[in-house]
């Protein structure tokens, strides 16, 4: 089936970066919108960043000037660059994409660890 797949996930220092990246594993028509969640442990996941498919981008306060998020839509791939990391940012980060058929894709997600 089906399934998006997020990378770039892992360990970093309070101010350091770093890149998440989100594709499918399989073939998707056509996708529309995505977004980046996060779920913290014992917190409710949380909206991140969405983009549309003609590259406008939008941002929760709390990673508003700190992370970007992008897209190629030659490969269906969605990024999200994280700079002047937290620990509160610290989560399982996972990505979502809407098809133009209105099926909602879901990827397993990918660990970020901000500590010292």
């Known amino acids: 089936q089906v399934q998006l797949v997020e990378s770039g996930g892992g360990l970093v220092q309070p101010g350091g970066s770093l890149r998440l990246s989100c594709a499918p594993s399989?073939?998707?028509?056509?996708?529309?919108?995505m977004g980046w969640y996060r779920q913290a442990p014992g917190k409710q996941r949380e909206l991140v960043a969405t983009?549309?498919?003609?590259?406008?981008?939008n941002y929760a306060d709390s990673v508003k000037d700190r992370f970007t998020v992008s897209r190629d839509k030659a490969k269906n791939t969605a990024y999200l660059q994280m700079n002047s990391l937290k620990p509160e940012d610290t989560a399982v980060y996972y990505c979502?994409?809407?098809?133009?058929?209105?099926?909602?894709?879901w990827g397993q997600g990918t660990q970020v660890t901000v500590s010292s």
């Open positions: 399989g073939s998707i028509y056509s996708i529309y919108d």
């Open positions: 979502n994409a809407h098809d133009g058929f209105g099926a909602v894709y």
């Open positions: 983009i549309t498919r003609d590259g406008i981008s």
